[in-house]
C-alpha cells in the first residue's frame, strides 16, 4: 500500500467535491435541455455520493426536490 503525502490527500479532497459539484451541475443542465433520463441518472449519482452527509447541507436540500420535479412527468425547465 502506498502512503498518502497530506498533500495528496488533500488533492484527493479537492477532487472529490468537485465531482460532487459536476454531478450535480450535470443533472441541472440535463434537465434544462430536456434530457430527463441523463439528468435523474446524474442526479442519481450525485445523491449516491452525498448518501452519507449531513441532510441539512444546503446544496443536498437544494438537489433532493429538484430530483423530485426530474422524476416526475410534470417538470419543466423553470421549475429547476
Same mark, same amino acid.
Given at each position: 500500500? &502506498?502512503?498518502?503525502?497530506?498533500?495528496?490527500?488533500?488533492?484527493?479532497?479537492? &477532487?472529490?467535491?468537485?465531482?460532487?459539484?459536476?454531478? /450535480?451541475? /450535470?443533472? &441541472?443542465?440535463?434537465?434544462?435541455?430536456?434530457?430527463?433520463?441523463?439528468? &435523474?441518472?446524474?442526479?442519481?449519482?450525485?445523491?449516491? /455520493?452525498?448518501?452519507?452527509?449531513?441532510?441539512?447541507?444546503?446544496?443536498?436540500?437544494?438537489?433532493?426536490?429538484?430530483?423530485?420535479?426530474?422524476?416526475?412527468?410534470?417538470?419543466?425547465?423553470?421549475?429547476?
Amino acid at each position: 500500500m &502506498r502512503a498518502v503525502s497530506c498533500a495528496d490527500a488533500g488533492a484527493q479532497v479537492k &477532487r472529490a467535491e468537485k465531482q460532487k459539484a459536476l454531478q /450535480l451541475g /450535470l443533472g &441541472r443542465a440535463c434537465a434544462l435541455q430536456g434530457d430527463k433520463q441523463k439528468s &435523474r441518472a446524474a442526479y442519481q449519482d450525485f445523491l449516491a /455520493l452525498w448518501k452519507d452527509a449531513d441532510p441539512d447541507i444546503p446544496v443536498l436540500k437544494q438537489a433532493k426536490p429538484e430530483y423530485a420535479k426530474v422524476q416526475s412527468q410534470q417538470y419543466s425547465i423553470s421549475a429547476l
